[in-house]
């Protein structure tokens, strides 16, 4: 069993920056192909960002693509997710997730772990 939870997620002007942490307790993250999808008021969960587990591949949602890099540390056991250039639209609570199957198919949404998410503000 894997507890992720989410950090990092506050208000924020549009244009600037916010970077989102997702730790790890019960079992490694090393294992697993971890990602982001955020869930606006109103609206369907939606994919952000994917990482391999070997960190060689990330995928983006062309809505971030550019503007948000999805990493991980090994030694910390952790992912992040930093936010560039928010918008008023990236708006939403975001999810961490974790996955035994590869990472390009993380965008489906079937992941075997989720965190509790945080909240991103970003005003105009």
């Known amino acids: 069993q894997v507890q992720l939870v989410e950090s990092g997620g506050r208000l924020v002007q549009a244009g600037g920056s916010l970077r989102l942490s997702c730790a790890a307790s019960g079992r490694t993250l090393s294992t697993y192909a971890m990602g982001w999808f955020r869930q606006a008021p109103g609206k369907e969960r939606e994919f952000v960002a994917a990482?391999?587990?070997?960190?060689?591949?990330?995928y983006y949602s062309d809505s971030v693509k550019g503007r948000f890099t999805i990493s991980r540390d090994g030694a910390k056991d952790a992912v992040y997710l930093q936010m560039n250039s928010l918008k008023p639209e990236d708006t939403a609570v975001y999810y961490c997730?974790?996955?035994?199957?590869?990472?390009?198919?993380?965008?489906?949404?079937?992941?075997?772990?989720w965190g509790q998410g945080t909240q991103v503000t970003v005003s105009s």
């Open positions: 997730a974790a996955d035994s199957g590869p990472a390009y198919t993380f965008y489906r949404g079937q992941n075997d772990y």
């Open positions: 990482i391999s587990r070997s960190h060689g591949n990330v």
